[in-house]
């Protein structure tokens, strides 16, 4: 088992509005599942994510409340092959690119499409991430995150930092965690930063409650 063992999570987060999460974890430690509630207890929407024994993810998808797919991404760890595609309420699709070795081949979306998909990640080595904004006649300009890390087994994040195509600071989060004995977070405050800001403000509080199963 992974660092957690056999854990059962979830997390209350305190904001504009309540809501409760489950998250998951698959044979080998690996992040596999976050399924989020609304305050009435009603899903909202399901993360489900595949990995190799190593933490390399092979695929990632998304469906909503209706049970839906909205997104969903793969990833081929020899060829370096990446795929992903986006689709509206019935199941058309929306969105789609192909990314090999880190170059963008193929990217489609309706010329009138309105929707978030002409953003998408790539990631570079462990704590850095490529964000493409592609428009439908294939040009992207690229932005830069950089990710830092609570633990060395990299599931807590310190601190998140996008930058912009020249460099500059446009967006920023750092996180501060109360740990119980085994070492998992159970109270989270999240500060932000922008250039609007000037300063780090206080975004969010989480707070989790975990139960640990005996194995």
């Known amino acids: 088992m992974g660092p957690f063992g056999k854990t059962g999570l979830t997390n209350y987060v305190r904001g504009k509005a309540d809501f409760r999460q489950t998250f998951g974890y698959d044979q080998y430690g690996n992040f596999s599942d976050l399924i989020t509630f609304d305050g009435a207890g009603n899903q909202q ?96 300009e690229v932005s830069h995150v950089h990710y830092e890390y609570a633990d060395p087994e990299r599931h807590n994040l310190k601190s998140a930092e996008w930058r912009n195509s020249r460099g500059d600071l446009r967006f920023a989060a750092y996180y501060k965690y109360e740990m119980d004995s085994a070492g998992n977070w159970t109270y989270r405050e999240v500060w932000v930063w922008t250039p609007e800001l000037g300063e780090r403000a206080l975004n969010e509080t989480d707070f989790r409650t975990i139960t640990y199963w005996q194995k």
């Not at 049970?67 to 929306?94: C, I, R």
């Open 45 to 140: 929407a399901q993360l489900h994510i595949t990995s190799t024994k190593d933490g390399q993810i092979t695929e990632r998808w998304v469906r909503g409340k209706n049970g839906q797919l909205d997104w969903d991404q793969t990833f081929d760890p020899e060829t370096k092959v990446e795929h992903y595609t986006t689709f509206d309420e019935f199941g058309k699709v929306n969105l789609t690119w192909t990314v090999s070795r880190g170059n963008l081949i193929s990217f489609w979306e309706p010329s009138d499409s309105p929707q978030h998909g002409d953003n998408f990640n790539e990631r570079v080595g462990n704590n850095d991430v490529d964000n493409y904004a592609c428009q439908s006649d294939g040009g992207c």
